[in-house]
């Protein structure tokens, strides 16, 4: 596993964004582990987690003329992978979002930033997918707005859950709109970085939430 992966999945552990204990998804699912990138809520966190998408980005994605940030939470992750990239890549690329309730006065519209053409590539910039229903609801927007190529889109973790369909939501991602979602770390790779290692003093990985983890995988996982 890279130095950056490691070093994102403890980030994502002292930002009480990765927790463990005994949640529930939105789709009821009794999960060992959540992950809440709300959780983010400093300039310090934002910066870093920015550096860590602009890596995972040049990693992975070839073409690329606009980011998306979908409304909420893909916004500041946009913005900050905005800037991580030129600071951190030089790589200079202009953004927007969307919002939620189309304006009807001043500029108008939904989006908000750089404006889309047609024939443009847009690289979507998103948390974490559980069901795939943010991005169905985020293609029709960029659809609506010009005749834009989504080939990539880029998310903090890949929990690796089958859905309704027995495929994961990255899988179906990728089978319904031809996108291919590059997670930052996969859930398998969590655990391997994470099980009985200390961070700060503390394992937060034991022997028994690593367990539950993995009966939650087999039962779930894809």
Do not use: W
């Not at 409304?71 to 200079?92: C, F, M, N, Q």
């Amino acid at each position: 596993m890279e130095q950056y992966k490691r070093e994102f999945i403890e980030f994502m552990v002292r930002s009480d964004v990765l927790r463990f204990g005994d949640f529930v998804t939105k789709s009821g699912r009794r999960t060992p582990y959540f992950v809440n990138t709300g959780n983010y809520r400093t300039g310090a966190q934002l910066s870093a987690l920015g550096g860590y998408y602009a890596k995972c980005f040049a990693e992975n994605v070839k073409e690329c003329d606009v980011l998306f940030g979908p409304a909420y939470k893909g916004i500041p992750l946009a913005v900050t992978t905005a800037a991580s990239l030129y600071r951190e890549h030089g790589i200079d690329l202009p953004y927007c979002f969307n919002r939620k309730e189309a304006k009807d006065h001043g500029e108008g519209g939904t989006l908000v930033g750089a404006p889309l053409c047609d024939g443009q590539k847009v690289v979507i910039i998103e948390d974490v997918i559980t069901a795939g229903t943010a991005i169905r609801e985020t293609v029709p927007v960029l659809k609506g707005a010009a005749d834009v190529v989504i080939n990539d889109m880029i998310i903090s973790v890949d929990r690796m859950e089958k859905g309704p369909a027995g495929v994961s939501a990255i899988q179906e991602v990728k089978k319904e709109f031809g996108i291919t979602v590059h997670p930052i770390v996969t859930v398998r790779e969590i655990i391997e970085a994470l099980h009985g290692q200390e961070i700060d003093g503390k394992v937060v990985l034991t022997d028994e939430l690593r367990d539950r983890m993995e009966a939650y995988l087999s039962e779930y996982g894809i």
